[in-house]
């Protein structure tokens, strides 16, 4: 939706690279991927190889450094597969580097579409909500998924565990919130913008 009404105003354009509003993107022959091509989930890069702690998750100029050298896992545009993680990380610092005010995707979702429709949703939670008005996330235990997984065909269930890319997006870091300890790094760091401060659950 923020990237929407970034579009919106032309500030971006759908099928324009995303090197020409962001040149340090073009690494590892991601020179000619179109800003369509993530949003549709056909980069390439739902995975960041290097490990990404809870300091650098926290940085948006880390964060940028380390997504901008990812070498896409597929020739961008032949396949797709979710970047289920990836993406919120590519649409923020798009939209900081297309934003006039440079601001971080949380602050311009909140300023452009949370506040002048009256919601209270955030990408990015102010420190004056209190932890006891946010939701956990209930999950399963390994042996739990495990079990489960049974009720899956089972060629899904074997590609799933032997080829999909799925368990390294998610458990890229064990400092951070993952499919097996959703709620961990909600509440417990808080990351820095030019323009507020804000922890990062949603």
Known sequence: MTVAVAHSRGLLDFDEKVATYWPEFAQQSKENITVRQPLSHQAGLPVIDPPLDIETVANLDAVAVAIARQKPAWQPGTKQGYHAVSLGWYEGELIRRVDP??????????????????????IGLPANV???????IQTFGLLEILFGMRKMPLPTAMAFLTRSRSPHAHLNSQ?????????EGVISFQWKDPVTTASAGT
């Open 101 to 122: 005010q440079h601001r971080s995707l949380g602050r311009f979702f909140q300023d452009e579409i949370a506040k002048p429709l009256g919601l209270e949703f955030h």
């Open 130 to 136: 209190p932890d006891s008005r946010i939701a956990t």
């Open 175 to 183: 400092n951070h919130a993952t499919p097996m300890k959703p709620n």
